[in-house]
C-alpha cells in the first residue's frame, strides 16, 4: 500500500483505466469488467481491478485536476508498476465540428503549467499521446461507428475560467476539447518509460453552451471504455 492507494502489492494490473470520479470508476468496473473487485477505498477514491477478454485491467479514480492525478499517476507506476494509462474522462469542445457525444482522442495536451513544470524551468515541454495507443484507439472507434477526432486538446488548472481570452487563443489554435488532466498524465508517462492516452467524451461545448443530459451521459461514457480498452490491448488481438 502507498499514501493513498490501500492496494496490495499485485492487486493492479499494468493497464490501469482512469476516470476522474470515483464513481465512474465503479460503474465502469461493474459494468464492463469481470469479476471487479474493489482494491481501494483510501480518501473514496474508489480503484476496481477485473479481466477484460481476459486481461487484467484495474479502473482506478483521479480525481479532478492535475496535482489530484499526479498522485495517483506517479503511485500506479513507480509502486504498482503500471504500465499502460488510459484517461478516461468528460471535456468541453472548443471547436464547431466537434458535437456533444463525440469521442476525442487527444495527440497533445497543451497547458498554462503542469505539477512538473517547475522540474523544466525554461523549457516548454509538449506532452504527447502513445502513438500505438492513439492509432488502435481512432481505429477502435472508426469501426464502432463512434464519431471520433484526433488532435490537440487544453488542460486548464480551473474549471472556473476566468480568462475567456485563453479559451480564444486555444480555439483559434485548433484546440479541440478544455479538460484538466491529460498533460501531468502524458508528462508522467513520458519520465517513467509508460504508455499513456486520454480518451475523452464531450459532455458540454464551450462555444454553444450545450451541454449533455444526465441521463445520456452513462450510455455515451461507455463506447469511451470499450474505445480505451480496446486500444489498450489491440497489440496483443493482433498478435492473435
Ligand atoms: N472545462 C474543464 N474541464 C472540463 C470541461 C470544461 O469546460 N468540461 C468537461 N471537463
Redo the contacts with the bound molecule.
Keep these: 500500500m502507498t499514501i493513498h492507494i490501500g492496494a496490495a502489492p499485485g492487486d493492479i494490473a499494468e493497464t490501469v483505466l482512469m476516470p476522474g470520479d470515483p464513481y465512474r470508476a465503479k460503474w465502469a468496473a461493474e459494468t464492463f469488467l469481470e469479476e471487479p473487485r474493489c482494491i481501494n477505498e483510501v480518501r473514496g477514491m474508489l480503484g476496481f481491478t477485473g479481466r477484460w477478454r481476459g486481461h487484467a485491467v484495474t479502473i482506478q479514480g483521479s480525481g479532478m485536476g492535475m496535482p489530484s492525478l499526479s498522485i495517483y499517476a506517479n503511485e500506479l507506476i513507480r509502486d504498482y508498476g503500471a504500465r499502460t494509462l488510459i484517461r478516461i ?4 469542445a472548443m471547436q464547431d465540428h466537434v458535437n456533444l457525444r463525440d469521442v476525442i482522442v487527444a495527440m497533445t495536451a497543451s497547458s498554462l503549467s503542469t505539477p512538473s513544470r517547475g522540474m523544466f524551468r525554461e523549457v516548454n515541454y509538449a506532452p504527447c499521446a502513445d502513438w500505438d495507443l492513439l492509432k488502435a484507439a481512432v481505429a477502435a472507434a472508426e469501426a464502432r461507428g463512434t464519431p471520433v477526432h484526433a488532435g490537440g486538446i487544453y488542460s ?1 488548472d ?2 472556473y ?1 476566468e480568462r475567456p481570452d485563453l479559451n480564444e487563443q486555444m480555439t483559434r489554435h485548433g484546440i479541440l ?4 488532466e491529460a498533460a501531468e498524465l502524458y508528462t508522467l508517462a513520458a519520465r517513467y518509460g509508460c504508455r499513456a492516452l486520454a480518451v475523452l467524451t464531450v ?2 461545448h ?1 462555444n454553444s453552451g450545450a451541454a449533455l443530459p444526465p441521463q445520456d451521459r452513462e450510455s455515451s461514457f461507455g463506447d469511451m471504455v470499450e474505445v480505451a480498452l480496446e486500444a489498450a490491448f489491440a497489440e496483443q488481438a493482433d498478435q492473435g
Excluded: I, P, Q
Excluded at 476539447?177 to 484538466?180: G, L, R, T
Design positions: 474522462g468528460s471535456c468541453g486548464a480551473v474549471f475560467d476539447a478544455v479538460e484538466m459532455s458540454d464551450l
